[in-house]
């Protein structure tokens, strides 16, 4: 499995937007639909990477403990589904209902949106305040799989807190790493 770390996007980044089909739903939502009051967590996954398989079940704790708090979270995958069908629109909502993902998830078939991201990898988060500015982005926590550590969601969940709760930031951000973005 490639390892490709995300390009950490300038912090301060109003966030692109989008206009983007929910495989979920079937309803098509930009970024303003989507945004939460308190900010909003943009994630970049996919069906197949092992690196979102080890943390999905963590990613959607963290999605419902912080939506009831004004967070709004939406999954975009990227990924070129003719070149990797197991990334396709029909099986991401199998994907999303295997794991029990009831946030959007939405497909990027242009990879447009994953280049205005400058999105790398999966899985890629993304944090933006309540006005669209780029918080934090980087790793959800030190877990990698076949690494031993457990997963915590620290570093995104210590994100998250300082956001809603007005805290400031640790620095460095640390990049996630995943694997890479499938392009075209």
Not at 65 to 77: E, F, N, T
Not at 156 to 175: C, M, T, V
Request: glycine share 6%.
């Amino acid at each position: 499995m490639a390892r490709t770390e995300s390009t950490m996007l300038p912090l301060g980044t109003i966030a692109p937007d989008f206009y983007l089909k929910d495989t979920n739903s079937n309803d098509t939502f930009s970024f303003e639909d989507l945004k939460g009051p308190k900010g909003t967590l943009v994630l970049f996954i996919c069906n197949h990477c092992p690196f979102v398989h080890h943390v999905i079940n963590e990613v959607v704790m963290i999605a419902n403990d912080y939506r009831v708090q004004g967070l709004g979270v939406v999954a975009i995958s990227s990924n070129d589904a003719v070149k990797y069908p197991q990334d396709g629109p029909e099986l991401m909502t199998d994907f999303a209902m295997e794991n029990k993902i009831d946030f959007p998830y939405l497909y990027d078939e242009t990879q447009d949106v994953a280049k205005a991201y400058q999105a790398a990898c999966t899985p890629d988060f993304y944090l933006f305040d309540s006005q669209d500015k780029l918080f934090y982005r980087g790793q959800l926590d030190d877990s990698r799989p076949g690494n031993g550590i457990p997963l915590s969601g620290s570093d995104l969940r210590g994100a998250i807190d300082a956001l809603i709760y007005n805290r400031s930031l640790k620095e460095p951000q640390k990049p996630s790493l995943g694997c890479s973005i499938k392009w075209k």
